[in-house]
C-alpha cells in the first residue's frame, strides 16, 4: 500500500504552469513536515521545498525554497483534503525531472539547515514526471 500519492506531473512548454498534488491515505499531513524532491535523469535528488507543520498559535507553516525555484514555485497544503501540493510557474527545461513528495514523521519542522536532506524523511511517494520542452 503506498503511503503518499502523487499526481499532476506532464509535458509542458517552458514558461508554463503546472500543480503537483501529493495525497496521503495512512498520514494526517498536517502534522509533519514535508518535502518536494526531485531527480534529473544522471543526477542527484535535490530539495525543491518544505512545509512545516501549521503553527498552533499562529496557523501559519514556514516555508523553504532552493534557489533555483524561489519565485516561481510554491509549496502549499490543504489539511481539509490531506493533500500537499506543488505550484509550478515560469517553468524551465531544467525544472525536467520526476518529483516526489516525502514526510518526516519524526518532525513538524522543516529546519533550515536539514530540510533539503534525503535522509530527514521516511517515506515517500512513487513520483511523477514532469517535461519542460517546446
Known amino acids: 500500500q503506498l503511503q503518499l500519492v502523487e499526481s499532476g506531473g506532464g509535458l509542458v512548454q517552458p514558461g508554463g504552469s503546472l500543480r503537483l498534488s501529493c495525497t496521503s491515505s495512512a498520514f494526517t499531513l498536517d502534522y509533519y513536515a514535508l518535502g518536494w524532491f526531485r531527480q534529473a535523469p544522471g543526477k542527484e535528488r535535490e530539495g525543491v521545498s518544505c512545509?512545516?507543520?501549521?503553527?498552533?498559535?499562529?496557523?501559519?507553516?514556514?516555508?523553504y525554497y532552493a534557489d533555483s525555484v524561489k519565485g516561481r514555485f510554491t509549496i502549499s497544503r490543504d489539511n481539509a483534503k490531506n493533500t500537499l501540493y506543488l505550484q509550478m510557474s515560469s517553468l524551465k527545461p531544467e525544472d525536467t525531472a520526476v518529483y516526489y513528495c516525502?514526510?518526516?514523521?519524526?518532525?513538524?519542522?522543516?529546519?533550515?539547515?536539514?530540510?533539503?536532506?534525503?535522509?530527514?524523511?521516511?517515506?515517500w511517494g512513487q513520483g511523477t514526471q514532469v517535461t519542460v520542452s517546446s
Open positions: 516525502a514526510v518526516d514523521v519524526s518532525s513538524m519542522e522543516c529546519s533550515d539547515n536539514v530540510w533539503r536532506g534525503k535522509t530527514k524523511y521516511n517515506y
Open positions: 512545509i512545516s507543520s501549521t503553527d498552533g498559535n499562529t496557523r501559519v507553516s514556514t516555508t
